[in-house]
């Protein structure tokens, strides 16, 4: 079966610009999770989505937002770009009884 | 909160030896344990995962890992590696929050396998 699809996989965007991110789950799954990945901070949690409603919330700004659509897929938003926004961000998407991921291959973000 | 810890940012290895990745946390619930490869410019590989029953559990690759309960440790184990196994090595915790489980990473491991 198809993987998590996330889409673009590269973006080079401006700061003070905004960005939208996709992810397409795994069929069936219900639960995606986004993470922000950088050299200096590792994987960082930033939310999940399970059902259209964000269930969990990580430690980021409000400039960071998300949505999940009726069919499971799920973008993240993120406004007024700044230099360190500049990362790979996965999407990760869930059965809800398996209680593990299965990661797409990341959206890398440039801001300049 | 949980935190992960790998104990080694770098492990360099000659192919064919065997190598171990180690990985300790903190939590004092029940845990879901976890380790994930990634590949240059590519998302995370489940390698392998402890959901609960035997505390050696084996993944693809080759690999297998221990977990032990009293030591808070989970490390990663391969007793022949190959230069394909280059690659950054993630362990993962995760406990129950909000109805989900949410897994929390360590820093990485980076397996440098040499000829």
């Known amino acids: 079966k198809a993987g998590v699809t996330q889409t673009p996989r590269y973006l080079i965007k401006t700061r003070g610009q905004q960005v939208t991110l996709s992810c397409s789950p795994i069929s069936g799954h219900r639960s995606v999770s986004w993470y922000q990945q950088t050299p200096g901070q590792g994987l960082q949690f930033l939310f999940e989505?399970?059902?259209?409603?964000?269930?969990n919330k990580g430690n980021f700004p409000g400039r960071f937002s998300g949505r999940q659509f009726s069919n499971s897929r799920s973008e993240m938003n993120v406004s007024t770009l700044e230099l360190g926004d500049s990362a790979l961000y996965l999407c990760?998407?869930?059965?809800?009884?398996?209680?593990?991921?299965?990661f797409g291959s990341g959206t890398r973000l440039t801001v300049v | 909160a949980q935190s992960v810890t790998q104990l080694d940012s770098q492990v360099p290895v000659f192919e064919e030896a065997p190598v171990e990745l180690r990985c300790n946390y903190s939590s004092s619930v029940s845990v879901y344990l976890f380790w994930y490869v990634q590949y240059p410019n590519q998302g995370l590989q489940l390698l392998l995962k402890?959901?609960?029953?035997?505390?050696l559990v084996k993944g693809i690759n080759g690999f297998e890992a221990e977990f032990n309960k009293s030591q808070t440790s989970f490390h990663l184990r391969k007793p022949s590696v190959h230069i394909s196994d280059t690659a950054e090595y993630f362990c993962a915790v995760s406990e129950r929050r909000g109805g989900s489980y949410i897994p929390t990473f360590g820093r990485g491991t980076s397996l440098i396998v040499h000829p």
């Open positions: 402890y959901l609960s029953g035997s505390t």
């Open positions: 989505y399970f059902s259209e409603t964000q269930r």
């Open positions: 990760a998407s869930s059965l809800a009884v398996e209680n593990f991921y299965t």
